[in-house]
């Protein structure tokens, strides 16, 4: 089994044999080292992609609005992740931000994951039957989603800020609060006396 060093060093090496630069080759490698630490399939995708854009190179798109469309052809997923990264903090103000014909979409959550660290906001992420949830760059809840599923193409990506909000009720947190409150300790009347006698002591 390839360790996630191996993995993070020849998906890098990959990127960069593949045409991109060494700075986004390195980025890369840590996404598809994040990926298979989350289970999800990062080799295999990655491995598919660049034999498809070696036939069909696919489209690059360097700033990124509310909604994303390729001109001709699809969009390619490092490069939307790129500039989505770099300019998340802006992104955030839309609310949600829409891909549309994007080329293998897993390699695009990486970049998300980590844009949700930044914002310190959770990303949901929605293409085909894939649910996403990041958290912080921490952890990547899915459901009715195949783990092993390679997509080659999705027609639409949307991708939604959620706004932090308790899951509880301000009385829970009260109720849970006050029971706290019971292994607070009060000054014991050894330690008053210990701290009234500080400094009185004669050593002379």
């Given at each position: 089994m390839q360790s996630f060093s191996e993995i993070e060093t020849t998906s890098k090496r990959a990127s960069k044999a593949a045409g991109f630069s060494w700075g986004i080759a390195e980025e890369v490698g840590k996404n598809i080292r994040n990926l298979e630490m989350f289970g999800l399939p990062g080799i295999k995708n990655l491995n598919l992609y660049f034999k498809k854009i070696k036939k069909k190179p696919s489209e690059k798109i360097n700033k990124i609005q509310k909604k994303n469309k390729p001109k001709s052809k699809e969009l390619c997923p490092i490069y939307c992740g790129t500039a989505f990264l770099d300019s998340c903090k802006k992104l955030e103000t839309f609310r949600s931000v829409k891909f549309f014909n994007v080329s293998y979409p897993l390699l695009l959550l990486p970049f998300?994951?980590?844009?949700?660290?930044?914002?310190?906001?959770?990303?949901?992420?929605?293409?085909?039957?894939?649910?996403?949830?990041?958290?912080?760059?921490?952890?990547?809840?899915?459901?009715?989603?195949n783990n092993n599923q390679i997509i080659s193409k999705t027609k639409e990506i949307s991708i939604t800020f959620i706004e932090n909000n308790n899951l509880f009720s301000l009385k829970e947190w009260k109720e849970l609060y006050k029971l706290s409150e019971e292994t607070f300790v009060g000054e014991s009347e050894s330690l008053k006396m210990k701290g009234a006698g500080a400094g009185l002591t004669d050593n002379d």
């Open positions: 998300l994951s980590r844009a949700s660290d930044i914002v310190g906001k959770k990303i949901s992420v929605k293409y085909e039957k894939n649910n996403f949830l990041l958290n912080f760059d921490k952890t990547v809840f899915s459901t009715n989603s």
